[in-house]
Nanobody, 121 residues
Framework: VQLVESGGGLVQAGGSLRLSCAAS???????????MGWYRQAPGKERELVAA????????TYADSVKDRFTISRDNAKNTMYLQMNSLKPEDTAVYYC????????????WGQGTQVTVSS
């Protein structure tokens, strides 16, 4: 399984970006039942969960810091997950990582290479 993020960049505070995470090496039917999430890591800080979406049902959860500004979604037919980020703040600056969880007997986490998001004030 490979995950490739795209859509990062430099944006002014108050602006928007849309991140994408494309999964390969997995059928779309299997992709659709697995949970996914977006994490971020700022310099000198630990990686933190930003938003998550379940495979079955598509339930979503968000970190308090991004609620009402970010929206996570997925298109199972395209094996792709998205993160729409609005009203961006300088504190959102970080490398954003895509995560896919597969549980077959034991849990395995798959990660993308990360995409840089920089928000200028």
């Amino acid at each position: 399984v490979q995950l490739v993020e795209s859509g990062g960049g430099l944006v002014q505070a108050g602006g928007s970006l849309r991140l994408s995470c494309a999964a390969s090496g997995i059928t779309f039917s299997f992709f659709s039942i697995n949970d996914m999430g977006w994490y971020r890591q700022a310099p000198g800080k630990e990686r933190e969960l930003v938003a998550a979406i379940t495979g079955v049902g598509g339930s979503t959860t968000y970190a308090d810091s991004v609620k009402d500004r970010f929206t996570i979604s997925r298109d199972n037919a395209k094996n792709t997950m998205y993160l729409q980020m609005n009203s961006l703040k300088p504190e959102d600056t970080a490398v954003y990582y895509c995560n896919l969880v597969i549980v077959i007997g034991r849990r395995r986490d798959y990660w993308g290479q990360g995409t840089q998001v920089t928000v200028s004030s």
